[in-house]
Antibody, heavy 121, light 110 residues
Framework: QVQLRESGPGLVKPSETLSLTCAVSDYSISSGYYWGWIRQPPGKGLEWIGTLYHSGSTYYDPSLKSRVTVSVDTSKNQFSLKLTSVTAADTAVYYC??????????????WGQGTMVTVSS | QSVLTQPPSVSAAPGQKVTISCSGSSSNIGNNYASWYQQLPGTAPKLLIYDDDNRPSGIPDRFSGSKSGTSATLGITGLQTGDEADYYCGTWDSSLSAVVFGGGTKLTVL
């Protein structure tokens, strides 16, 4: 059973860079699928951040594109999120997720447990 | 402001049926498959419906999905108190080249 687990600092200072990692178990990232990051601000809805294809291609939400980088480390079987110049508006639970179909960006059936990141000085 | 529009809340009595709508456009729901998620408090979302009207393994047939034009609908029959959750629709938007979600609907089982 494929499992995802997010990790990273729970507190980031304004203007700094948020960095999270998603470790993948029981499936090799290099074998396929799109791998995504989704966030949820407190009390609000889901927001897609971006997706990485196993080959390295990336797709980002237009509103975040200038600040986001999603990358893969196949040797560690994990993928990462970097969000620069963070503000309080970036405070959220961050999830990594995988779609149920290898050729699709959406319809996420496998999710990490989520990690709360607070932006505050 | 979400690309997909959902009602903020719906409610119904136990045992009854409820529907949740998700309105989009030709660049998203109109030409791409819709998905639905259930999010219980404090947990990650769970995929309920994919490809408009398909249920992943383990999802009860009380949950159903449909689509007409640029709108998708989630139906839940035989409501249970355990169905109280937030429900989100989602899809790919071909114009934005992005995954988009609705703002979410809070279901209350009275």
């Amino acid at each position: 059973q494929v499992q995802l687990r997010e990790s990273g600092p729970g507190l980031v200072k304004p203007s700094e860079t948020l960095s999270l990692t998603c470790a993948v178990s029981d499936y090799s990232i290099s074998s396929g699928y799109y791998w995504g990051w989704i966030r949820q601000p407190p009390g609000k809805g889901l927001e897609w951040i971006g997706t990485l294809y196993h080959s390295g291609s990336t797709y980002y939400d237009p509103s975040l594109k200038s600040r986001v980088t999603v990358s893969v480390d196949t040797s560690k079987n994990q993928f990462s999120l970097k969000l620069t110049s963070v503000t309080a508006a970036d405070t959220a639970v961050y999830y990594c997720a995988r779609p149920m179909t290898a050729t699709r960006h959406d319809a996420f059936d496998i999710w990490g447990q989520g990690t709360m990141v607070t932006v505050s000085s | 402001q979400s690309v997909l529009t959902q009602p903020p809340s719906v409610s119904a009595a136990p045992g009854q049926k409820v529907t949740i709508s998700c309105s989009g456009s030709s660049s998203n729901i109109g030409n791409n498959y819709a998905s639905w998620y259930q999010q219980l408090p404090g947990t990650a979302p769970k995929l309920l419906i994919y490809d408009d009207d398909n249920r992943p393994s383990g999802i009860p047939d009380r949950f159903s999905g449909s689509k007409s034009g640029t709108s998708a609908t989630l139906g839940i029959t035989g409501l249970q108190t355990g169905d109280e959750a937030d429900y989100y629709c989602g899809t790919w938007d071909s114009s934005l080249s992005a995954v988009v979600f609705g703002g979410g609907t809070k279901l209350t089982v009275l």
